[in-house]
Structure formats: structure tokens, C-alpha cells
């Protein structure tokens, strides 16, 4: 799928099973540290939207702002860490490499350096970003 052209309707019926749309205050700062710090794919992105790929899965981020008639609006805090007890978890993706990247983001915070967890066979590291949502980059060990 040519994520830059696609009509909404078409990317719309191309998701399946469970898909996330992240609601954040600056679509492109998140851009920015998800494709810097992950190495995620980067589509459409302007300040209202965008979608990001990672490990050929996409997922979407929003402006507060297109969420005007939703009712999740209402709920997000307008300062601070936002995504309190999820944690958006990274197969794939290397957690030595996105801890090693995050000084280009001072306002980014390494929760658990790199980490082998040999009880589920994972290296990891959880990561909250600028908007406070907890990455989780893993890797098998």
C-alpha cells in the first residue's frame, strides 16, 4: 500500500484486527522522535496527521485538535505525560540502539535503560516520549 497516496476510505478498510491512533499535542515532533529515535516510517505527516510504519504494521497519529467532536477530547490533560498505564510495546526494534539515540531528545525519558528479560526471552527498554506515551523497544535474546 502506497501510504502517501491511499484515499482515506481505501486505508480505512485496509485495518484489520486492532489498530491504534495516538492522539498527541505536536504531530510532528512526534514524527520526528519516532522516526529518529525507532526508526519508524514516516507518512503524510503534517501538523494535524500522520501515519507511521514499524515492522510493516501502521498505526496513526492525530492533532488534539481533529479530535474536536470526539469524546476522548474531553479526557487528555493539557500538560503533562499523557498514556498512563500502556505501554506501546516495539517487537523488533532494538533497545540499545533507540536508548543510544534519545540525546537529539532531551525531554524524553529512558524509564528502564536496556534490559535482558530472560523470563520472556526479551532484551528491553522503556522509553517515554516528549507527549509521555511508554515505548517499549524489544528484542529477542
Given amino acids: 500500500m502506497d501510504y502517501e497516496t491511499v484515499p482515506a476510505a481505501a486505508f480505512g478498510h485496509a485495518l484489520r484486527a486492532i489498530s491504534v491512533n495516538l492522539l498527541v499535542r505536536d504531530v510532528l515532533a512526534e514524527v520526528a522522535f519516532l522516526t529518529e529515535v ?13 501515519i507511521l510504519v514499524h515492522a510493516g504494521q501502521p498505526f496513526q497519529l492525530h492533532a488534539d485538535q481533529t479530535y474536536g467532536a470526539h469524546p476522548l477530547l474531553s479526557l487528555l490533560p493539557e500538560s503533562g505525560p499523557r498514556g498512563a498505564g500502556i505501554e506501546l510495546r516495539l517487537h523488533e526494534a532494538d533497545p540499545d540502539q533507540a536508548s543510544a539515540r ?15 528479560k530472560t523470563g520472556h526471552g ?3 527498554a522503556v522509553i517515554l516520549c516528549p507527549m509521555g506515551y511508554a515505548w517499549v523497544p524489544s528484542r529477542r535474546i
Avoid at 40 to 50: E, L
Avoid at 102 to 116: E, K, M, V
Fill in 38 to 50: 525507532f526508526a519508524m516510517q514516516g507518512h503524510r505527516a503534517s501538523k494535524d496527521f500522520a
Fill in 122 to 124: 526479551l532484551r528491553e
Fill in 102 to 116: 534519545l540525546g537529539q531528545f532531551p525531554s524524553a525519558i529512558l524509564l528502564q535503560p536496556p534490559t535482558d
